[in-house]
């Protein structure tokens, strides 16, 4: 295993004052085979653009660096883009520093701003306040401007976004990801991995983008929100505000059984009731 060429993270949180903040969502990874076996599950190379959400203090940062990937760094702590200067400095015009709030970045625009040509990839330690929300920015984004994410979540959310149908923690977001992509566990780190650990434990999913989806997300979105909104209650019901009288023939073009609940429903059997909605 090589070495890092850079101060121990901890003496960078030292030296910057980096004193995780809640508010943040601040668990930082310290221990570097953690990050590089992340780096490594995104099959990053020297040919790689990646978007890396939250530095912190550098860790995961440094792991994509390493094999030369060209990483955009979004961070909202000031202290941080401090504390990373001397990495960019070490790896000229490869780290892109950027100071903002990572919901509201515009990647296509910022993309176009530094000219680099889709798609690239996304691998980041996120923030467990705004890791699902993020998730369906990036789902939705359209044109897709990604060919990949790698992204740490809380396990439970992890669970939940690679739920099957028939589990019950199978819901919109189970139908929303998987119908635009091919989520897959990476693996699980326990929360003593993190400085300061959370309350939870967490997994590092790798997302791969499905092509040629053949329904608008919109649509799907509007299916699933109607079906699982009321989880306990038959299709029959829970789709009737929706599609009010037609509810019962739909579910019969569907060849879906009107008594089921969201749950029993397949991801296919949510695109099919979409493809209904949008006709
Ligand atoms: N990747 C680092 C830090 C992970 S903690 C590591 O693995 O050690 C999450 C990071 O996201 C923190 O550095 C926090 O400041 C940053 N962050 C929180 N909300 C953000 C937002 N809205 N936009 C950009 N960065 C954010």
């Known amino acids: 295993m090589s070495t890092s060429p850079f101060p121990p993270l901890r003496e960078v949180i030292d030296e910057f004052g980096l004193n995780a903040r809640k508010s943040l969502g601040q668990h930082f990874l310290l221990d570097l085979n953690i990050t590089r076996k992340i780096a490594r599950l995104s099959e990053i190379n020297a040919s790689d653009v990646v978007i890396e959400i939250g530095p912190g203090p550098g860790g995961l940062t440094r792991a994509l660096l390493e094999p030369g990937a060209q990483v955009i760094a979004i961070e909202r702590d000031t202290r941080?883009?401090?504390?990373?200067?001397?990495?960019?400095?070490?790896?000229?015009?490869?780290l892109i520093l950027l100071d903002e709030d990572a919901l509201r970045t515009d990647e296509p625009v910022l993309l176009q701003q530094l000219d680099i040509a889709h798609p690239i990839k996304v691998t980041s330690n996120l923030p467990y306040n705004i890791s699902t929300?993020?998730?369906?920015?990036w789902l939705k984004a359209s044109p897709r401007w990604w060919s990949g994410l790698t992204l740490m979540f809380q396990k439970e959310?992890?669970?939940?976004?690679?739920?099957?149908?028939?589990?019950?923690?199978?819901?919109?977001?189970?139908?929303?990801?998987?119908?635009?992509?091919?989520p897959r566990k990476g693996f699980d780190l326990p929360a003593r991995a993190f400085t300061p650990p959370p309350k939870v434990d967490s997994t590092v999913l790798q997302i791969l983008p499905k092509d040629n989806l053949d329904f608008e997300i919109a649509s799907l979105e509007r299916v699933t929100a109607s079906a699982f909104s009321q989880r306990r209650k038959m299709l029959r019901a829970s789709l009737k505000p929706l599609f009010g009288d037609e509810t019962e023939p739909t579910l019969t073009k569907a060849r879906l059984d009107p008594t089921l609940r969201a749950e029993q429903v397949s991801v296919d059997g949510f695109i099919c009731l979409a493809n209904l909605l949008a006709r």
């Open 80 to 94: 941080c883009i401090e504390a990373l200067g001397p990495l960019a400095a070490a790896y000229p015009g490869k």
């Open 133 to 137: 929300e993020l998730l369906i920015k």
């Open 157 to 182: 959310v992890a669970e939940r976004i690679l739920a099957p149908h028939g589990n019950k923690t199978y819901g919109r977001l189970s139908v929303i990801t998987q119908a635009i992509a091919n």
